[in-house]
T-cell receptor
Framework: AQSVTQLDSHVSVSEGTPVLLRCNYS??????LFWYVQHPNKGLQLLLK??????LVKGINGFEAEFKKSETSFHLTKPSAHMSDAAEYFC???????????FGAGTILRVKS | ETGVTQTPRHLVMGMTNKKSLKCEQH?????MYWYKQSAKKPLELMFV???????ENNSVPSRFSPECPNSSHLFLHLHTLQPEDSALYLC????????????????FGPGTRLTVL
């Protein structure tokens, strides 16, 4: 069975500084991995998706994530935070064995001016 | 957000009421989902429909009754709910439901914020 652990429940950065949101996964098969973002009172929006192609995945709004099989990690990064990035971020795993998506508990990103 | 719409956006109901949540997707997808998002808990999958057929019921209490009349519409009928059912209910759709060899991206609606008094 697959699982996902988001290592930080809250992350606070200053505007213009790098963002790192950490995610570790467990999967019996070759996983698909996703990052979703949820702004207050909004639904989840897909940031990026990994499905066994390039290990460095580029998403929307300048975010990217790197799949590291040896570390079972899929951390989300952005070189320079913007105030509009303040939201909750979810790491999600699904394995190609056909199981459903499993969501992490979420990381709330705060961006200080 | 215009790809998947949900109504109402907010709902307050008593424990004896009957209400329904509606979801509509305009993406031509064949799979639709209901999720429950409670405070401080991971997103929980409730139901999956693929080509109008229910393929997953994640041990959801019978006071939640889904209905999928066609691939574009999904309802969640609510009856005699409990205060602990208060949560954000999210609908999502994807081209097809997760299956061996593929995982299509799921697109989410804005959710219905439900409060049970």
């Amino acid at each position: 069975a697959q699982s996902v652990t988001q290592l930080d429940s809250h992350v606070s950065v200053s505007e213009g500084t790098p963002v790192l949101l950490r995610c570790n996964y467990s999967s019996s098969y070759s996983p698909s991995l996703f990052w979703y973002v949820q702004h207050p009172n909004k639904g989840l929006q897909l940031l990026l998706k990994y499905t066994s192609a390039a290990t460095l995945v580029k998403g929307i709004n300048g975010f990217e994530a790197e799949f590291k099989k040896s570390e079972t990690s899929f951390h989300l990064t952005k070189p320079s935070a913007h105030m509009s990035d303040a939201a909750e971020y979810f790491c999600v795993v699904s394995d190609l064995g056909g199981n459903k998506l499993v969501f992490g508990a979420g990381t709330i990103l705060r961006v200080k001016s | 957000e215009t790809g998947v719409t949900q109504t109402p956006r907010h709902l307050v109901m008593g424990m004896t009421n009957k209400k329904s949540l509606k979801c509509e997707q305009h993406l031509g997808h064949n799979a639709m989902y209901w999720y429950k998002q409670s405070a401080k808990k991971p997103l929980e999958l409730m139901f999956v429909y693929n080509f109008k057929e229910q393929t997953e019921n994640n041990s959801v209490p019978s006071r939640f009754s889904p209905e999928c009349p066609n691939s574009s519409h999904l309802f969640l009928h609510l009856h005699t709910l409990q205060p602990e059912d208060s949560a954000l209910y999210l609908c999502a759709s994807s081209q097809e439901a997760p299956a061996a060899g593929s995982t299509d991206t799921q697109y989410f609606g804005p959710g219905t914020r439900l409060t049970v008094l």
